[in-house]
């Protein structure tokens, strides 16, 4: 019966060692996908772009004047009047404007598929979502039909 004993209770330390160790490699992964020196160390251009379109978000969020986001169409309007009067500065601050959405859109499509590789099932759930998005949308998991 001794032996019984000892024997269960090395197999016992012999499980904790084995899971204190998986917890380690856990540990280090995680560390690791989190780490966003690594990913500026690998990919340098993405993290700039991604950094500068985060920069343009928050201050089109901002807005020069107090002007916030909710205000997108007053400002459209005014670009708009701006363009039918024909202001060739005006003009650049439009071809600015696309610019920077065009940036931002790159930036968030980059940082989508950095997030595709890093977090398990992200690009699925992803998938998921811009397809329910879409008009007439089939729900993959359900096969039901969804009228937007």
């Known amino acids: 019966m001794g032996e019984t004993t ?3 209770e090395n197999h016992i330390e012999n499980k904790r060692e084995d899971l204190h160790s998986n917890l380690k490699e856990l540990e280090g992964k995680v560390k690791s996908a989190t780490d966003w020196r690594r990913y ?24 020069k004047g107090g002007r916030t986001a909710g205000s997108a169409s007053a400002s459209a309007l005014s670009r708009a009047g701006r363009h039918a009067r024909g202001g060739g500065r005006h003009e650049i601050l439009d071809a600015f404007d696309t610019i920077k959405t065009a940036l931002v859109g790159v930036a968030a499509t980059k940082f989508k598929g950095m997030l595709g590789e890093v977090v398990p099932g992200f690009a699925d759930h992803v998938a998921r ?3 329910q998005k879409k008009p007439g949308a089939v729900d993959p998991r359900s096969s039901t039909y969804t009228a937007n």
């Open 40 to 63: 500026y160390r690998q990919y340098p251009g993405t993290m700039v772009a991604a950094a500068f379109g985060g920069g343009l978000l928050i201050s089109a969020m901002v807005g």
């Open 6 to 8: 000892s024997q269960i």
């Open 129 to 131: 979502t811009e397809a």
